[in-house]
């Protein structure tokens, strides 16, 4: 009877874990169809650009300024040990704009905006303000939904660009006082072995990044009930989701993108 019920009870965490993925996948389809269709909300759409792109360009210029300094310092250290010094300027420009940049950016991005996405649309939907919106004739998805998942998809390539040339810098201010090396040769180094397939390919990846981070963040927020526990709920489970979504996504495109540019 114990073993009945325990298996009763797996089943229908596996049937709840279903229901919400195949919602969250509708739920994205549909926000890519109004995309599409009717008119664009261009002033939200403008100001969740401001909120997420602008607002976020701090926290992306210091990290990857940051994050370009300990990478310059790691890969150094493992360099220096096989003489091969005049390498470390090309580990971190193809270490950033291939691999390590687009992924930074999206989980931290995840971090700043999911979060306040989740929380922000979960708050309006516990004080019953999208039905306040939909009774104006309002049509509360395109105008809340689809805008911020836009914002997020053309924010993302921009903030990435701005953490790899900021990491770029970080590593470039490491190198010379390490290494003692001149700005040229280390451009020079850092962007001579690259081709367009190291810049557009791993850029073009976080399109897919800012999709996951709008839709995801949204639909726990547009769909969030409880009242305020269930604010702090759409709030937490915006990041984590994402986060995962944002790991799993990049494992496959990566694939993707060295089967077509091996």
């Not at 701090?58 to 310059?72: E, K, M, N, Y």
Request: one cysteine or more; proline letters at 3%.
């Amino acid at each position: 009877m114990q073993r009945f019920t325990v298996f009763r009870s797996t089943s229908a965490r596996l049937t709840l874990f279903l229901d919400s993925v195949g919602d969250l996948s509708l739920f994205g389809l549909r926000a890519i169809q109004e995309s599409f269709h009717g008119p664009v909300e261009l002033g939200e759409t403008a100001r969740q650009l401001i909120q997420i792109g602008w607002r976020s360009g701090p926290l992306v210029i210091v990290s990857g300024f940051a994050f370009g300094i300990v990478l310059a310092m790691q890969t150094g250290s493992s360099m220096v040990r096989f003489g091969a010094q005049a390498m470390i300027p090309q580990a971190i420009s193809l270490g950033l704009f291939r691999d390590v940049g687009p992924l930074i950016t999206g989980l931290l991005i995840s971090g700043r905006v999911g979060a306040g996405i989740g929380a922000e649309l979960a708050g309006m939907r516990v004080t019953e303000q999208i039905d306040a919106l939909e009774s104006l004739a309002v049509d509360s998805f395109k105008y809340l939904v689809v805008t911020r998942v836009i914002a997020c998809v053309i924010a993302l390539p921009i903030l990435t660009l701005l953490l790899n040339y900021s990491g770029l810098l970080g590593g470039l201010v490491s190198v010379l006082i390490a290494y003692h090396a001149s700005v040229h040769l280390f451009l020079n180094n850092a962007f001579g072995p690259m081709s367009w397939s190291d810049y557009i390919p791993p850029t073009a990846k976080t399109l897919v990044f800012g999709f996951i981070i709008g839709t995801v963040s949204s639909f726990l927020g547009y769909t969030a009930s409880q009242g305020a526990v269930g604010v702090g709920r759409a709030s937490t489970y915006s990041v984590v989701l994402s986060s995962l979504l944002l790991i799993l996504s990049e494992v496959i495109l990566v694939k993707i993108i060295l089967f077509w540019f091996p």
